[in-house]
């Protein structure tokens, strides 16, 4: 059964071939400073917020920013949670995720099992979720204890891509990393693209217009950015990778 916010992002990505999330780190900034975000991010032109972490523990600072992000902009709220509590009653909807790659079965299906229950206590959205690492993986490979797919090795993703599409996922998630020095190859996409029927999600070191365009001609459905939009620039910042995205159909 297909939710609300997943009929929404669904809708989003036939309607314009591909878009744009803003992800927050809550443990980055404080609630105004993500509402901040949340209202340039959107005027810019971004589809929804995702809120999480790789490391964040603090479920009373978590629900406080979630708070403020949806008493700001009207767009979905995800919950990208790096453990159980990055479970907000707050949000609108969770990425119901398992690490593909990652050796500890906590993250394979550990933290899923004590998560449920909440997620069903509160009523929130579950979003299933094949989460890849690639490349060097940033904080989100060393916590989840990841093999890292080599940007080398596009068919190892692909392999990936389609045990987490035939477990039942529905999205697939190429992760390089926050702040990574290179985002995921274009021929890493395209070669997953090809090869799954559910929407791919690309994110990790994307800064520019160039190169969200390259990721989103390789195939990217879903194009996600964080590290860009921690500073003072934000509007302008989603805004160039909006175009980037959007200068795909032209």
Same mark, same amino acid.
């Given at each position: 059964?297909? /939710?609300?916010?997943?009929?929404?992002?669904?809708?989003?990505?036939?309607?314009?071939?591909?878009?744009?999330?803003?992800?927050?780190?809550?443990?980055? +900034?404080?609630?105004?400073?993500?509402?901040? +975000?949340? *209202?340039?991010?959107?005027?810019?032109?971004?589809?929804?917020?995702?809120?999480?972490? *790789?490391?964040?523990?603090?479920?009373?600072?978590?629900?406080?920013?979630?708070?403020?992000?949806?008493?700001?902009?009207?767009?979905?709220?995800?919950?990208?949670?790096?453990?159980?509590?990055? =479970?907000?009653?707050?949000?609108?909807?969770?990425?119901?995720?398992?690490?593909?790659? *990652?050796?500890?079965?906590?993250?394979?299906?550990?933290?899923?099992?004590?998560?449920?229950?909440?997620?069903?206590?509160?009523?929130?959205?579950?979003?299933?979720?094949?989460?890849?690492?690639?490349?060097? /993986?940033?904080?989100?490979?060393?916590?989840?204890?990841?093999?890292?797919?080599?940007? %080398?090795?596009?068919?190892?993703?692909?392999?990936?891509?389609?045990? /987490?599409?035939?477990?039942?996922?529905?999205? #697939?998630?190429?992760?390089?990393? *926050?702040?990574?020095?290179?985002?995921?190859?274009?021929?890493? =996409?395209?070669?997953?693209?090809?090869?799954?029927? +559910?929407?791919?999600?690309?994110?990790?070191? =994307?800064?520019?217009?160039?190169?969200?365009?390259?990721?989103?001609?390789?195939?990217?459905?879903? #194009?996600?950015?964080?590290?860009?939009?921690? %500073?003072?620039?934000?509007?302008?910042?989603?805004?160039?990778? #909006?175009?980037?995205?959007?200068?795909?159909?032209?």
């Amino acid at each position: 059964m297909v /939710g609300s916010v997943e009929k929404y992002l669904l809708e989003k990505i036939e309607s314009e071939s591909a878009i744009h999330i803003t992800l927050i780190d809550p443990e980055k +900034v404080t609630p105004p400073q993500a509402s901040r +975000v949340a *209202s340039k991010a959107k005027s810019s032109g971004t589809s929804a917020i995702m809120i999480g972490g *790789s490391t964040f523990a603090s479920t009373t600072h978590l629900d406080n920013v979630i708070r403020a992000v949806k008493r700001t902009v009207k767009i979905p709220a995800i919950l990208f949670p790096n453990n159980v509590t990055g =479970i907000s009653r707050h949000a609108d909807a969770i990425w119901f995720m398992s690490l593909l790659n *990652s050796v500890d079965p906590y993250f394979l299906m550990g933290a899923q099992v004590l998560g449920a229950p909440l997620i069903k206590k509160y009523g929130l959205e579950p979003i299933p979720l094949g989460y890849i690492i690639v490349g060097d /993986g940033g904080t989100a490979g060393v916590v989840g204890k990841a093999i890292s797919v080599p940007y %080398n090795k596009p068919k190892l993703a692909v392999a990936h891509a389609l045990a /987490g599409q035939y477990l039942g996922m529905h999205f #697939i998630y190429l992760e390089a990393g *926050s702040g990574a020095k290179k985002p995921v190859p274009p021929e890493m =996409i395209r070669v997953v693209k090809c090869s799954i029927d +559910v929407p791919l999600i690309v994110g990790g070191g =994307i800064k520019s217009r160039r190169q969200a365009l390259a990721a989103a001609s390789a195939g990217a459905d879903i #194009i996600v950015t964080g590290n860009i939009v921690e %500073n003072t620039k934000v509007k302008r910042k989603v805004s160039e990778i #909006i175009e980037g995205i959007r200068s795909r159909r032209a």
